[in-house]
């Protein structure tokens, strides 16, 4: 037979009697405690609600029950006691009976059904079932799904438990893991960032946040965050309290990569840049427009001139044109600055009617030389501008 390692507890041992101690010892913290059933209010009259039959798991932190209630409950209620809670504790008797009352605030273990509201002369008119300091208790039956936790040692890292996601085109199983090292702060405190890249399933640490007395997370974009961790400068280890669990189970939305599409002040997708090798196929099928607007200004606002390097931060296209002619028009760009590569010419010989498109890359360099008169505009793919050099 295998030896005792490790003080092990074993709720019901092999031939052992199954005293009530045991068996409500035998689901603490492996069944999620909550209302899984039913346990919804309605008003009666001005003092009264009525809670429904119910199913739920509760504990009092030694031990762990079921509870189900078969007819519905006529509960006393006051502006003073607006919490409607289960409450239970073990005594180890035939009347361990769950108590259902109204309380001024919900303790530790209780599970809370819903939060009473009052007019002003304290009758009761409506119920609440999302308080925001007490909210009702449901069952966190994903709890250790992808869940960060504290590894329990000094260290500078966190565990990511196992789980999975959906990728665009694969689901991807994450192992459980230790993260990366953090870097602390060198003064006050910092938030990072613990994710996994949703592309590839990678866990990654964002630590672009700026440290503060009063710090703030950085920007989620481009990532599937599963929690927020809180260092200052004389960390040396992560406990649970650090750790701010953020995990999105449903995501109706794409995941914006903050580089080609991002979410806008208004929290709407819109397109920042293009990858070129998009712009065939898959870009005109999946967005309306993919230029910005015409301007004949650069990012400064000043006119846009022969003569003159400008550097683009987005794709797009130069176009001059209303040539007075003078001679041939060039259109130079490249990635070196000043532009050495010639890309177009306009040499059509009529005057006022010539004009010239040349395309520009995301951060090269174009130039329009000339001895005519001539009007530049640009138009970005997205929103870029034109940078004088």
Request: aromatic share 8%; net charge neutral; charged share 20%.
């Amino acid at each position: 037979m295998p030896a005792d390692v490790g003080q092990q507890v074993v709720s019901i041992l092999y031939y052992s009697i199954a005293t009530s101690d045991n068996v409500n010892k035998r689901h603490l913290d492996i069944r999620k405690t909550g209302i899984y059933k039913g346990g919804y209010l309605t008003v009666t009259d001005a003092s009264h609600a009525q809670l429904s039959p119910l199913a739920c798991e509760i504990t009092d932190g030694s031990h762990q029950v079921k509870v189900e209630t078969t007819v519905a409950v006529n509960i006393v209620v006051a502006q003073a006691t607006p919490y409607i809670i289960l409450r239970w504790s073990y005594a180890g008797a035939t009347s361990d009976y769950m108590e259902i009352k109204a309380v001024a605030t919900p303790q530790t273990y209780d599970l809370v059904v819903a939060k009473c509201s009052f007019d002003g002369i304290g009758n009761l008119n409506g119920i609440s079932y999302g308080d925001s300091s007490y909210p009702r208790s449901t069952p966190n039956v994903q709890d250790l799904f992808l869940k960060v936790e504290s590894t329990g040692e000094t260290e500078l890292r966190v565990r990511i438990r196992a789980g999975r996601i959906q990728s665009a085109t694969a689901v991807i199983a994450i192992n459980d893991q230790k993260s990366n090292l953090f870097t602390r702060p060198a003064s006050n405190s910092k938030v990072y960032l613990v994710y996994v890249d949703p592309s590839t399933g990678a866990i990654g640490i964002d630590s672009s946040g700026t440290a503060a007395a009063d710090p703030t997370a950085p920007s989620y974009s481009g990532k599937l965050v599963l929690a927020e961790v809180t260092l200052s400068s004389t960390d040396t280890s992560i406990p649970a309290s650090k750790i701010k669990d953020v995990r999105p189970f449903i995501t109706p939305r794409a995941i914006p990569d903050g580089v080609t599409i991002d979410y806008d002040d208004a929290g709407k997708l819109y397109l920042k840049s293009v990858p070129s090798a998009l712009i065939p196929s898959v870009v005109p099928a999946k967005v309306d427009s993919i230029f910005g607007s015409w301007t004949n200004l650069d990012s400064v606002g000043s006119v846009l001139v022969k003569d003159s390097v400008y550097k683009v931060t987005s794709d797009g296209f130069v176009v001059a044109s209303g040539i007075s002619h003078g001679g041939p028009v060039y259109g130079y760009t490249s990635s070196a600055n000043p532009p050495v590569t010639e890309v177009c010419r306009e040499d059509s010989g009529q005057p006022n009617k010539g004009s010239l498109t040349m395309p520009v890359r995301k951060n090269e360099y174009w130039k329009i030389t000339s001895n005519s008169t001539v009007t530049i505009r640009w138009i970005p793919i997205g929103s870029g501008q034109c940078v004088k050099q």
